[in-house]
């Protein structure tokens, strides 16, 4: 798959691929984002309808984690370094989670129906194990596309079924802080 | 004697006027919080000095200690007038108080049924001193759709070297959203006496008003007095950090 900035410019960037069309359950272990240098790692993830999502600090200063998307509206306060919050996720969609203190932080969750989901390799090509036969939809996304690319694919038994798919990037957009204003402007604080 | 315990100190995020909620702030979230109600008494002897009409504000930082608990810090200041007699106004106490809501407060997680309970406590700085008021309110919600409900029980103890009074203080509640976060409903709150005092018992019924933005919450309820009390406006507001 490729992705190309808006202005035409191949780009490197992580995505997920994930096939719809079918429901799972979510896996046992949880999903884990953490806060690290005023970044949420990984800022793309996949989860399954169901599955839980922790939000460790590694920071030595306060984070918050909270989301104003439909799909899931939460505040996670703000915590430590060494503390963790946790969050579930019982509906399909996605789901843009910010901090409040920090408003470089940004990282976007997508909530699936079920658990066929992988990362695009950095070389541009992706697998996914396990779809059952049938015909289903198959979806590519990055951060800051417009809109996921999709294409058809029919899957029968012991055949690989190959899908090429092609995202566009915008630039980053502004978000609002939980209180839905604009972020004060930031001071970086120096830690001694 | 009418006035034994001062004046209700009920404060907390909420969509009523009078009655305590079950909301609570996340972990490390700060408001200052603060309401300004009206006691405008009318007792059973309608000559003065009986009739009393006591203005209160109330101020408070409040912070979320975790996602399920609630510390306020108030101040409380009282305009007092008796008819017949000069106005006073008064710093009248400091103190504390704890709101500790049973369940989560995620809206998506929380039950429909949501128990909480609040503990006040507060020095009164005018007369003697040691004089003290405990207050321990039981706090239920109900959500359903647009529709929520609350119900209140409350006690409060007036405690000072010279004197204790009890006295009860219940209500109960409804608030429906209308547009926005607008909402609008009715509630009956009420303060009766266990002891023999019960010159300051009142009963009000009215409508309630909350609304919030951002930052920002406010409510407000309009009591008409059923009993001893001719009307009891509050107005409650907070503003987050």
């Known amino acids: 798959m490729t992705i190309t900035d808006a202005d035409g410019?191949?780009?490197?960037?992580?995505?997920?691929?994930?096939?719809?069309?079918?429901k799972e359950p979510p896996g046992p272990a949880p999903t884990e984002v953490a806060q690290?240098?005023?970044?949420?790692?990984?800022?793309?993830?996949?989860?399954?309808?169901?599955?839980?999502?922790?939000?460790p600090n590694g920071d030595p200063f306060l984070h918050n984690v909270f989301s104003q998307s439909a799909t899931r509206k939460f505040d996670l306060g703000s915590f430590k370094r060494g503390d963790r919050k946790d969050k579930d996720f019982p509906d399909p969609g996605v789901v843009d989670v910010y901090c409040n203190i920090h408003p470089e932080?940004?990282?976007?969750?997508?909530?699936?129906?079920?658990?066929?989901?992988?990362?695009?390799?950095?070389?541009?090509?992706?697998?996914?194990?396990?779809v059952p036969p049938g015909t289903w939809q198959v979806f590519a996304y990055t951060r800051r596309?417009?809109?996921?690319?999709?294409?058809?694919?029919?899957?029968?038994?012991?055949?690989?079924?190959?899908?090429?798919?092609?995202?566009?990037?915008?630039?980053?957009p502004e978000h609002l802080n939980k209180y839905g204003e604009k972020y004060k402007e930031y001071v970086p604080t120096t830690y001694h | 004697m009418v006035?034994?315990?001062?004046?209700?100190?009920?404060?907390?995020?909420?969509?009523?006027?009078?009655?305590?909620?079950?909301?609570?702030?996340?972990?490390?979230?700060?408001?200052?919080?603060?309401?300004?109600?009206?006691?405008?008494?009318?007792?059973?002897?309608?000559?003065?000095?009986?009739?009393?009409?006591?203005?209160?504000?109330?101020?408070?930082?409040?912070?979320g200690i975790n996602d399920q608990l609630e510390l306020a810090l108030p101040v409380q200041f009282d305009w007092e007038h008796v008819d017949g007699t000069a106005p006073r106004t008064n710093f009248t106490s400091y103190g504390a108080q704890l709101k500790y809501r049973?369940?989560?407060?995620?809206?998506?997680?929380?039950?429909?049924?949501?128990?909480?309970?609040?503990?006040?406590i507060d020095r009164i700085v005018i007369g003697s001193r040691d004089h003290w008021v405990p207050q321990v309110d039981l706090i239920g919600s109900y959500q359903s759709g647009i529709v929520h409900a609350v119900i209140n029980a409350g006690v409060a103890a007036d405690v000072s070297p010279d004197d204790q009074h009890f006295e009860a203080?219940?209500?109960?509640?409804?608030?429906?959203?209308?547009?926005?976060?607008?909402?609008?409903?009715?509630?009956?709150?009420?303060?009766?006496?266990?002891?023999?005092?019960?010159?300051?018992?009142?009963?009000?019924?009215?409508?309630?008003i909350s609304w919030s933005h951002g930052r920002s919450w406010v409510s407000a309820s309009y009591g008409i007095g059923l009993y001893q009390i001719r009307d009891a406006p509050k107005l409650n507001w907070g503003i987050a950090f």
């Not at chain 1, 809109?147 to 899957?155: F, G, L, N, R």
């Not at chain 2, 997680?109 to 503990?119: G, W």
Request: charged fraction near 20%; glycine fraction near 8%; hydrophobic fraction near 45%.
């Open chain 2, 169 to 208: 203080r219940t209500g109960a509640g409804v608030s429906i959203e209308t547009i926005e976060d607008l909402r609008v409903g009715a509630e009956v709150f009420a303060e009766l006496s266990l002891d023999s005092d019960t010159s300051g018992n009142w009963l009000a019924i009215g409508p309630n």
């Open chain 1, 145 to 172: 596309a417009a809109k996921p690319a999709m294409a058809p694919v029919t899957v029968v038994a012991g055949q690989d079924a190959i899908v090429n798919l092609a995202l566009t990037r915008g630039a980053e």
């Open chain 2, 102 to 120: 049973f369940v989560t407060a995620d809206p998506v997680d929380a039950p429909d049924f949501v128990p909480a309970v609040r503990a006040t």
């Open chain 1, 36 to 55: 690290k240098d005023r970044k949420f790692v990984p800022d793309l993830v996949a989860i399954t309808v169901g599955e839980h999502i922790q939000f």
């Open chain 1, 9 to 22: 410019k191949p780009a490197n960037a992580d995505a997920i691929i994930y096939v719809v069309g079918f």
């Open chain 2, 3 to 63: 006035m034994a315990v001062p004046a209700s100190a009920h404060a907390g995020r909420t969509f009523y006027g009078w009655l305590q909620d079950t909301q609570v702030m996340p972990e490390r979230g700060a408001e200052i919080q603060t309401f300004i109600s009206e006691e405008n008494y009318q007792g059973p002897d309608t000559t003065p000095p009986s009739k009393v009409h006591n203005t209160t504000w109330w101020l408070a930082p409040a912070i």
């Open chain 1, 105 to 130: 932080m940004a990282a976007t969750i997508l909530v699936l129906p079920n658990r066929r989901h992988t990362r695009r390799r950095p070389d541009g090509t992706y697998t996914i194990e396990g």
